[in-house]
């Protein structure tokens, strides 16, 4: 069973910083690429950032420059460091992680939970 697991979202105000972090667990052979998504209220899920094997990174234009995303292949972690953070970013962050898990040929897209990021204005 693979899982995907994330941390650190929380209540900051404008301007502030957050780190989130995603683990993934299970019986994994690969990862591919990962990445977040975030859905504000009312709002349909959007990619936020994604990071590929190669560590070449993909953002969204409103964050670029203010998130970082990176990654710990031994770890099987991805984390999405946002800074500046402004009350538009207030949203539910998704984790989610290309895995081709043990006794499948094939990899599939695995999701976490969610964790709530609000920001205060």
């Known amino acids: 069973q693979v899982q995907l697991v994330e941390s650190g979202g929380g209540l900051v105000q404008r301007g502030g910083s957050l780190r989130l972090s995603c683990t993934a667990s299970?019986?994994?052979?690969?990862?591919?690429?990962m990445g977040w998504y975030r859905q504000g209220p009312g709002k349909q899920r959007d990619l936020v950032a994604t990071?590929?094997?190669?560590?070449?990174?993909n953002y969204e234009d409103s964050v670029n420059s203010r998130f970082t995303i990176s990654r710990d292949c031994a770890k099987k972690m991805v984390y999405l460091q946002m800074s500046n953070l402004k009350p538009e970013d207030t949203a539910v962050y998704y984790c989610?992680?290309?895995?081709?898990?043990?006794?499948?040929?094939?990899?599939?897209?695995?999701w976490g939970q969610g964790t709530q990021v609000t920001v205060s204005s």
């Open positions: 989610y992680a290309d895995i081709r898990p043990a006794g499948l040929g094939v990899s599939h897209v695995y």
């Open positions: 299970g019986r994994i052979v690969t990862i591919n690429a």
């Open positions: 990071i590929t094997t190669g560590d070449s990174t």
